[in-house]
């Protein structure tokens, strides 16, 4: 299977890692290293950040 070409930016990443609490994983072994939980738990924070832009920029 390919990989696919990322829709968050690196940098989102990031900071998504370090608030979540694994960057020192990311930063050790790579985005690979990291749990599927962790990746879940990213994911789903970056679709609550876009969510809560989109419902600031509706208002």
Same mark, same amino acid.
């Given at each position: 299977?390919? +990989? +696919?070409?990322?829709?968050?930016?690196?940098?989102?990443?990031?900071?998504? @890692?370090?608030?979540?609490?694994?960057?020192?994983?990311?930063?050790?072994?790579?985005?690979?290293?990291?749990? @599927?939980?962790? @990746?879940?738990?990213?994911?789903? +924070? @970056?679709?609550?950040?876009?969510? +809560?832009?989109?419902?600031?920029?509706?208002?």
């Amino acid at each position: 299977m390919g +990989r +696919r070409r990322s829709i968050m930016s690196h940098q989102l990443k990031e900071e998504l @890692a370090k608030e979540l609490g694994f960057y020192d994983v990311v930063q050790n072994e790579g985005w690979g290293g990291i749990k @599927a939980k962790d @990746a879940g738990n990213m994911v789903k +924070r @970056a679709i609550e950040l876009a969510e +809560r832009q989109l419902g600031q920029q509706n208002k």
